[in-house]
């Protein structure tokens, strides 16, 4: 009976395992993931302006993987051993429990297949004020997680608050030149805006947008087809809402922003509330092979992210293909291990790569988007 162990049950991972359970029946199935809880991290854009609850967008996985007859580990990977060990060949990964009552405990899972659906880590550390190793710090929010959503929405509703009195600042966008994910700080800032004016206190706001985009509504694709450029700047300009571009945000102070721009120039950008995602990267997993010897390089690119078979030799941006993109989400190494959502090496970005005369990248990285996540789940288990 061939056991195949899911890393990460989220958006990608979850599908996976459903998928992998209703076609592989009785075979032996295994998701770990440290959360109790599904989020539905899409709808966190409603939760964040208080028109859904947490509740409304999370669901407890266990009941459900019980149901299912799917064994679940609430626990978060530590390393992968795709060769064994001494004595053994059999590939396992080391977990540890993250649950109350086994809690710090570490246990080796031995799989036949494996599939990193661990999704981002949240890299706030990587712009200083914008939070540290431990996560979002303390002058913004954040939109990434259920819990996140929560607390921006408690302190969104202290600036509509003061709004009735005194004139207030809002700022969304990337907390850094590499971020992706524009589409859900675009989602939030016109949730704003239609909320500000639902509490009648619109005309007391400055809300502005910052991004690493080149343009407005390069959304990490370089744009649409049809011009998107003209679409969101149209949105903008519709709802008197600023925007700064090409802006790389490398600090982050209480109120304040500072950013460089794609011309070099350095600017500040003043805030009572600020919403700024954080860049991604992998979740920090190791690899060792059979001696021990630590070969995170061989499995992972240095972002942490999981390589597959895309091709990473594609050079300077005017040789870049469509086809450049995975086929099977197989590592190139050890055929048995998989990666589906955030959590695969994509070939390059898609949007023109640019920087300042500074020589600092400013190029929001390719979007990693829920419905694609959702699908390859989905296509790699068949
Ligand atoms: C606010 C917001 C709005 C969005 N809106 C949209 C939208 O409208 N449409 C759309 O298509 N996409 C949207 N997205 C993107 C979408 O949410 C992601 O693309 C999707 O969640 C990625 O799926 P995933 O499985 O890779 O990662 P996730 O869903 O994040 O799941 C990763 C899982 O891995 C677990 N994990 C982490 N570390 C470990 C470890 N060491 N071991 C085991 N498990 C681990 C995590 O706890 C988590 O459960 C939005 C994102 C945000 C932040």
Not at 8 to 25: E, I, M, N, P, R
Request: proline share 6%.
């Amino acid at each position: 009976m061939a056991r195949v162990v899911i890393m990460g049950g989220g958006v990608s991972g979850h599908t996976a395992a459903t998928f992998a359970k209703k076609w592989l029946g009785n075979k032996h199935e295994v998701v770990v993931t440290p959360n109790s809880l599904w989020n539905w991290i899409p709808s966190n854009i409603w939760v964040d302006v208080g028109e859904m609850t947490k509740e409304d967008v999370t669901f407890a996985l266990a009941p459900v993987y019980k149901k299912a007859g799917i064994d679940f580990r609430q626990a978060k990977a530590l390393g992968i051993h795709p060769e064994g060990k001494e004595g053994s060949d059999k590939p396992y990964i080391v977990i540890e429990y993250t649950s109350k009552e086994k809690e710090g405990q570490k246990e080796e899972l031995t799989y036949d297949y494996l599939i990193n659906a661990t999704g981002p880590k949240l890299n706030f550390a990587a712009t200083p004020g914008l939070g540290d190793a431990n996560g979002l710090g303390e002058h913004t929010v954040s939109v990434c997680t259920a819990d996140h959503a929560v607390h921006a929405n408690h302190e969104l509703q202290k600036v509509f608050q003061k709004a009735k009195t005194t004139r207030q600042k809002i700022l969304v966008g990337t907390g850094h030149g590499m971020c992706t994910c524009q589409g859900a700080a675009f989602e939030y800032i016109f949730n704003i805006e239609h909320e500000a004016k639902e509490a009648g206190v619109r005309d007391n706001l400055d809300i502005k947008w910052i991004s690493n985009e080149s343009f407005l509504g390069d959304f990490g694709m370089g744009g649409f087809a049809t011009s998107s450029k003209v679409f969101a700047e149209s949105l903008y300009i519709e709802r008197k809402l600023d925007w700064v571009i090409g802006a790389h945000v490398n600090k982050v102070e209480a109120g304040k922003a500072h950013y460089e721009l794609l011309d070099g120039t350095m600017g500040v950008e003043e805030f009572d509330f600020a919403m700024l995602l954080p860049p991604f990267a992998g979740v920090g997993l190791k690899a060792y092979d059979k001696a021990g010897a630590d070969i995170t390089d061989t499995l992972f690119a240095p972002n942490g992210f999981l390589k597959v078979d895309a091709n990473y030799a594609a050079g300077a941006y005017e040789n870049w293909k469509a086809s450049d993109c995975p086929h099977t989400l197989q590592n190139p190494t050890y055929h048995n291990i998989f990666a589906v959502g955030i959590a695969f090496a994509p070939p390059h970005p898609i949007s023109k790569p640019m920087s300042s005369p500074n020589g600092t990248p400013i190029t929001p990285t390719p979007p990693r988007t829920g419905m694609p996540s959702a699908i390859k789940g989905e296509a790699l288990v068949r």
